[in-house]
């Protein structure tokens, strides 16, 4: 599987540093329960972050509402930390989305295309609730829309690799060019800005690394509201698209791709919660 944890693992870069845990606060009063029913209206995309170190370590609490199949693939993560972030963002996942659907999350099902992309299954698949989820380091983005195709990735910063070489592979001639242009000190940030942008865009697209990087040129312009500058070879997917970079946190750069130009986002940095420094950061109050 492609992915920048990969191509870390490729470089044989070391695993950055776990930021010191927070103690544990909840987003409602009642041990990390999300609120139901939570309103999406069709025109709005809502961003979640997940603080997946706060709550780790209460692996056997999330567990619980898990699948078999789920569990079965957490039991194979190599690392501990890999195995409780797994556990916790999966959990969370599922707790979200039963509070759009009003639903238990351990009855939610899902099921995954030819690339893995997943969706609801059979059961609630007809109440056009679709989603995606990224993380990176020890945290976790989720988005939320209505019959919209939707991507998002986050990226921990990091420096140790020399990101002009990376580009060269995977960036398309246009975002090379940019990314030269920049004064030394701003490119690493540039480059995740690109990265998570070009992946964010083939999650929406359910291709995943199908869909050659090189096909589409994305802006490395900070805060950019429509990064998405041209697709080949037909040029008209364009503008079926928005993407632009959303909040991630001190230490991580994130975008978001959604199907369409008429949405509005609601981000978890709006709202962060009824716990104030909560680990779970929701983007509208329920209801
Ligand atoms: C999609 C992809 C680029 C994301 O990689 P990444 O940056 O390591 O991971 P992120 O944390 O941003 O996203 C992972 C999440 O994206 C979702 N996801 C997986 N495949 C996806 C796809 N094709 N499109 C959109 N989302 C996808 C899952 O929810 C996954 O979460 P999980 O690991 O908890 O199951 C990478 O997984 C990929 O290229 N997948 C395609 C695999 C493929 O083509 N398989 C074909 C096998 S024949």
């Known amino acids: ?59 056997f609490h999330w567990l619980k509402v898990l699948s078999e199949d789920e569990a079965k693939r957490a039991a194979r993560f190599h690392f501990p930390v890999d195995r409780e972030r797994f556990i916790a963002s999966r959990a969370f996942l599922r707790k979200i989305l039963a509070g759009y659907l009003d639903a238990a999350a351990s009855d939610l099902t899902f099921t995954y295309s030819k690339k893995e992309k997943p969706s609801l299954g059979p059961a609630f698949s007809n109440r056009g609730l679709t989603f995606n989820l990224s993380h990176s380091g020890g945290i976790a983005l989720c988005a939320f829309s209505r019959c919209r195709d939707v991507g998002v990735d986050v990226e921990q910063i990091r420096r140790d690799f020399e990101v002009e070489g990376i580009a060269r592979r995977f960036f398309s001639p246009h975002e090379q060019d940019e990314l030269a242009q920049l004064p030394a000190a701003e490119r690493v940030e540039a480059f995740f800005r690109c990265w998570t942008r070009k992946e964010a865009y083939i999650k929406a697209t359910g291709d995943g690394l199908s869909l050659p990087l090189t096909q589409f040129d994305v802006s490395l312009t900070p805060g950019c509201t429509n990064a998405l500058l041209s697709t080949r070879p037909d040029d008209a997917e364009t503008s079926l698209w928005k993407l632009i970079e959303v909040p991630a946190g001190s230490g991580y750069i994130a975008a978001l791709c959604v199907r369409g130009r008429d949405w509005k986002l609601k981000d978890w940095s709006a709202n962060p919660g009824k716990g104030g420094d909560s680990p779970v950061m929701f983007p509208v109050s329920p209801n």
Request: aromatic share 8%.
């Open 1 to 59: 599987m492609f992915s920048f944890r990969w191509l870390a693992k490729e470089m044989n870069l070391k695993p950055l540093a776990i930021q010191g845990r927070r103690s544990l606060m909840n987003i409602g009063d009642s041990g990390y329960k999300v609120d139901a029913p939570l309103m999406l209206p069709d025109d709005e995309v809502h961003l979640w972050r997940v603080d997946l170190d706060a709550i780790r370590s209460e692996e």
